[in-house]
T-cell receptor, first 120, second 113 residues
Framework: GAGVSQTPSNKVTEKGKYVELRCDPI?????LYWYRQSLGQGPEFLIY????????DSGLPNDRFFAVRPEGSVSTLKIQRTERGDSAVYLC??????????????????FGPGTRLTVL | KNQVEQSPQSLIILEGKNCTLQ??????????LRWYKQDTGRGPVSLTI?????NTKSNGRYTATLDADTKQSSLHITASQLSDSASYIC????????????FGTGTRLLVSP
């Protein structure tokens, strides 16, 4: 079946502009996560959705960042007044639920290919 | 602060050789530890997942170990292939009610012919 898809794959914008990054999770996955990966670093957690609601947005760096998931499927990460420091790969992941499972069962997170954002 | 540290930062080995990557973590409360493979320009793909009660887990030529007492893990790759060239990221899931993943910075492996 189809995996997690993200669009666009690359986005170049100018400092101060507004950008939207889209994530299409695996069908049926109620949990969706956004991460940011800077060059040479591991991904860093931004926000977690369970269904339509943002259950944990503690990773968003400031109020220029906002994400929505109005129908519990597709999510959009919105960045206002972009800065050069926002340049990174933005990864989206989804899982069946957000909860950890016990024993040998895990709710694995499946990642999309990411959107590479470059702010000039 | 929850942290995951990996070593070495990068590694070059000859095709067919074995290698071992290391991971130390300070994430609490601990839920599970995962190793991901990330090819250039792609999202991470899960290799193994272990809870604190599991000491070792294999996935083909990949074998992960976990010592929950010392908070250390390793990923051993046997008979390396050119396609193993990638970044290998150690990830610890904090038991916060959902899968809040804490990623290491990764080890960049290059398998040379």
């Amino acid at each position: 079946g189809a995996g997690v898809s993200q669009t666009p794959s690359n986005k170049v914008t100018e400092k101060g502009k507004y950008v939207e990054l889209r994530c299409d999770p695996i069908s049926g996955h109620t949990a969706l996560y956004w991460y940011r990966q800077s060059l040479g670093q591991g991904p860093e957690f931004l926000i977690y959705f369970q269904g339509t609601g943002a259950a944990d947005d503690s990773g968003l760096p400031n109020d220029r960042f906002f994400a929505v998931r109005p129908e519990g499927s597709v999510s959009t990460l919105k960045i206002q007044r972009t800065e050069r420091g926002d340049s990174a790969v933005y990864l989206c992941a989804s899982s069946l639920t957000g909860a950890e499972a016990g024993g040998s069962s895990y709710n694995e997170q499946f990642f999309g290919p990411g959107t590479r954002l470059t702010v000039l | 602060k929850n942290q995951v540290e990996q070593s070495p930062q990068s590694l070059i080995i000859l095709e067919g050789k074995n290698c071992t990557l290391q991971c130390n973590y300070t994430v609490s409360p601990f839920s599970n530890l995962r190793w991901y493979k990330q090819d250039t320009g792609r999202g991470p793909v899960s290799l193994t997942i272990m809870t604190f009660s599991e000491n070792t887990k294999s996935n083909g030529r990949y074998t992960a170990t976990l010592d929950a007492d010392t908070k250390q893990s390793s990923l051993h790759i046997t008979a390396s292939q050119l396609s193993d060239s990638a970044s290998y990221i150690c990830v610890v899931s904090a038991n916060t009610g959902f899968q809040k993943l804490v990623f290491g910075t990764g080890t960049r492996l290059l398998v040379s012919p």
